[in-house]
């Protein structure tokens, strides 16, 4: 980063503070944002997808050895969603089929994804940790002239608009579409669903699939273009933030768009804060959205809303 | 407003094993009763010998030879004075376990036991300098009470908003859990650090301020006290109006209110119960074991824990033995992930496999209780079927008599 190049900068109000905050709370708040959106899918059909923190870590080292072994980006993306899906397929056919509860499962996909991501790193790599390159930018002609906001928000690899181009289609899929009054009607009443004649199961497999393939990519984001590198536990409880910000955002993907980049801010306050000579210990930085979580928890705990069918597998003809 | 999620732990509450009726047919009550048996045998140990099997295919698949890998973990968890370790490091899983047990019981989910354990960890490792003049009984008392109140404090936010507004506790008590981890850390590198030392550590505290030890043994006593909450949670929740609360209220909330408990309180005692215990765990390691902490150390003991909680069907007693199966399993396994040139997070795979096989299994017997079988219809038909053509007919009376 060579925003690095201006620390002697002390103002925490320089340009290059500020570009750097608004810089590193995309780069950290893209893979929330994939995440959270994945999330909002499955929680609006009724399946809570406790394992969206081992689906982000599969997609991760999956999209990661993607990369570094064909040095594609973009492979490493679609090869993340896959790893994501890799997990889910577990959820789908335990919860989803089986109708097995998705809190014992979801645990057990986050520690699978943990304890198998970290042993094969370890098997391949050893104590090496490989770097990646830096990810191919495309800079929006004009919008990147403009002070501050141009290098930060309008130089980005394709996929960080793609993903600002998603939340906009997930809006009009949910407001406008069968398929968004499907998966509402999955997750608030799926008797009726069922009773209008569309599989039940089949749309909260697909919505738990999307989730699982969308968590993948926000760990592929991760590990590709955020680290460049992969180390076992890196994602540090970000799948867990993911479903937070949607249960704020009641699962509005313009809210969960806005709540991802706030949190990928007090993600990415150090090292603005490094910048601007402000010296706060890494503990505390890390802590600081898991507070503000708990403090808007507190503040607008009346206002978070779940599906009433969420977690509750679905048996067909069963009371 | 709603977004209470009751999710019933199916795999736990639900699967409680009848007793069998005493009746006039002695013969069918017995069969009866090898069938429940059969049954407990079953859906406890199946799941781990084949997540154990699973984990050898798995370590085949990365080249490793599975059998080298598992006599090395029995040769690390029992031989040679080794299962005094495993001893000592099943003290805190065990309490940490029961504390689970207790709330699971409640259907309430606290997934906040790092920073519970943390929290706990790190008061008593920076509070026991300042107590070294007391009587050492004393101080280990206080420090074990500290320990106690810490993690019960760290599941007061996550109480109160569950209790106050249904706020889903899952969400809540991982989001204390992680600021428990960073506090921790804050305290560890910063009041408590050693200023004697360059890494940030707490000071070591010196042996004989330790639990002793049992006699003719290298275990602390603090095993004794992790087995003594065993007992007595196991009391708690068969014979005690508290224990009967708790299974209330996780069996139907409305149906609690509607008896007359104070849902909210009861919510904020399953808490608070569970909190004391979890920082009880963090007492027994740091006082047994460790003596000191070191920034950014977490053993993840709760992790590992909850399948054994459900495999005991939240029954402290049954959760004794699976304990002291996985304290080996972890101990020795970390001689043999280390002899594997494996990472030790090779056991969180296991642990994860446990839990599947057995949501499968927990499946699979809940089909059997509906009239099914641990098979399929056609595939038991096709294991049957040389049978019954062998032997005919005295195999289809037999049949008959039995159903």
Known sequence: ?319 | MTDAVTVPPQTGVTAVVEPPPVGAGGGRTRSRRVAGARDLIIRSLVPVVLALVAGGVLLAILGRNPFTFYSNVWQGGIQQGSWEDSAMRAAPLLLIGVGLTMIFRANIWNLGYDGQFLVGAALITGLAPSLASTPNVVSLVILFFVAMGAGALWTIIPAFLKARYETNEIITTLMMSFIGVGVANVLVKGPFQDPTVNIPQTRVIPLNRMLPSIPGTRIHVGVLVALAAALLAAYVLKRTSFGLRLHVLGANPRAAAHVGINVKRLIVMAFLVSGALVGAAAAVDILGVWGYMRANWNPGYGDTVIPFVFLARLNPLALIPYIAFFAVLSNGGDLAASNANLSTDFLLVLVALILLFMTVIEYVGRRRDLGGSYLTPGLKKALKAPLFRRRGKQQQAEHEVAS
């Open chain 1, 1 to 319: 980063m060579n925003i690095l190049h201006f620390a002697a900068a002390s103002n925490i109000f320089s340009k290059a503070v500020l570009t750097s905050l608004i810089a590193g709370g995309v780069v950290a708040g893209v893979p929330l944002m994939f995440t959270a959106l994945g999330e909002s899918i499955s929680e609006r059909a009724g399946v809570l997808n406790l394992g969206l923190e081992g689906m982000m870590l599969l997609g991760a080292y999956i999209g990661f050895i993607a990369t570094y072994y064909v040095h594609s980006a973009t492979l490493g993306f679609v090869a993340g969603m896959a790893g994501g899906a890799i997990g889910s397929v577990v959820m789908v056919v335990l919860c989803v089929w089986l109708g097995l509860d998705q809190i014992v499962v979801g645990i057990a996909i986050t520690l699978a994804g943990e304890g198998i991501t970290s042993v094969l790193q370890g098997a391949q790599f050893g104590t090496t940790y490989p770097r990646l390159g830096a990810p191919a930018t495309a800079a929006i002609p004009g919008l990147d002239k403009i002070p501050v906001l141009g290098p930060s928000l309008f130089n980005q690899p394709i996929l960080v608009y793609i993903g600002f181009a998603f939340a906009g289609v997930l809006v009009w899929i949910y407001a406008k579409t069968n398929i968004g009054l499907n998966l509402r009607a999955a997750g608030e009443k799926p008797e009726a669903l069922d009773a209008a004649g569309v599989s039940v199961i089949a749309t909260r497999s697909w919505a738990a699939m999307a989730t699982g393939a969308l968590a993948g990519l926000g760990g592929a984001y991760l590990s590709i273009v955020g680290a460049g590198v992969f180390t076992p536990f890196m994602t540090q409880g970000q799948g867990y933030m993911a479903i937070v910000i949607t249960m704020l955002a009641r699962g509005r993907p313009m809210w969960i768009l806005f709540g991802s980049f706030l949190f990928g801010i007090s993600l990415s306050i150090a090292t603005a804060l490094q910048l601007a000579g402000i010296n706060i210990s890494i503990d505390v930085i890390n802590m600081l959205p898991f507070i503000a979580i708990i403090l808007a928890l507190l503040i607008f705990a009346r206002r978070s809303y779940l599906p009433p069918a969420l977690c509750i597998p679905y048996m067909r003809g069963a009371r």
